[in-house]
């Protein structure tokens, strides 16, 4: 896998070359999905002769990657910038960071594909199933997430608003909370296959959390909107009852 760890480097160096020299963040997160799509292209091509269990697997990936990067592709397109980077575009230091930070994540998180891949003769079980389940479930949460959310922001009577309805009622960030169940399924569907050091993989989920919720993720917006609506009797309403990741169930 050194070959599409190399190439996945390759194309982050020339993304950020892009993102600073053009100041734009258009194909950041596209990359993002990319690179895991890559990694399971590679491992299926790989595998010489891949069986049921290596099809699903690349299959899931597939459709979280294309599903993911469409979107992502459609919102920057859209609203022409990602507010995350305001701070960081002109500073050719600290977008490399989050470059460099991308590439490590992409990897640590995409362990569990890589192992399950090398797997010669990998079995169909309980574990699969199971992992397949809480996949779809992320990708469900994740995909009517972030289309409530895309919705909200286009019309004009919700301009300088926060969204609390759907998920968002439940989660300020249902759409991290489902990225985080598509990776924790598809480390359970490949759990079967890791043996000795290969355990390193579990680091995928809890990383992709910490990732998510305190480090590039939630924790940005959650600043932004303190800034934002921070004064607002009814945001601190919202933030007192909804859970920022997982929902907060008040009984």
């Known amino acids: 896998m050194l070959i599409i760890i190399a190439i996945i480097g390759f194309i982050h160096i020339a993304g950020f070359l892009y993102a600073f020299l053009r100041q734009s963040d258009q194909f950041t997160d596209v990359i993002y999905a990319l690179s895991f799509a890559l990694i399971a292209g590679y491992g299926l091509a790989m595998t010489g002769t891949p069986d049921a269990f290596h099809w699903i697997l690349a299959s899931m990936v597939f459709l979280w990657a294309v599903r993911l990067g469409i979107y992502l592709g459609i919102r920057i397109h859209r609203w022409g910038k990602d507010r995350r980077f305001d701070r960081w575009r002109k500073d ?8 460099v930070l991308q590439f490590i994540s992409i990897i640590v998180i995409g362990l569990p594909v890589i192992f399950g891949m090398q797997d010669p003769d990998p079995a169909l079980g309980f574990w699969q199933g199971f992992g397949m389940v809480v996949f779809l479930v992320g990708l469900l949460v994740e995909t009517i997430a972030d289309y409530q959310k895309f919705t909200f922001k286009q019309q004009d009577k919700n301009k300088g608003d926060f969204i609390h309805s759907g998920l968002w ?29 290969q355990w390193i993989a579990v680091i995928s989920p ?27 009797k009814e945001y601190q309403a919202y933030v007192e009852r909804t859970g920022v990741f997982f929902p907060k169930f008040n009984f």
């Open 169 to 197: 009622k439940y989660s300020r960030h249902p759409n991290y909370l489902g990225e985080w169940l598509v990776w924790t399924g598809i480390f359970l569907y490949c759990m079967t296959t890791l043996s000795g050091w």
């Open 206 to 232: 809890v990383w992709i959390f910490i990732l998510l919720r305190y480090i590039s993720g939630g924790n940005l917006l959650e600043a932004s909107a303190k800034k934002k609506y921070g004064d607002r």
């Open 92 to 99: 050719w230091l600290r977008l490399a960071r989050f470059w």
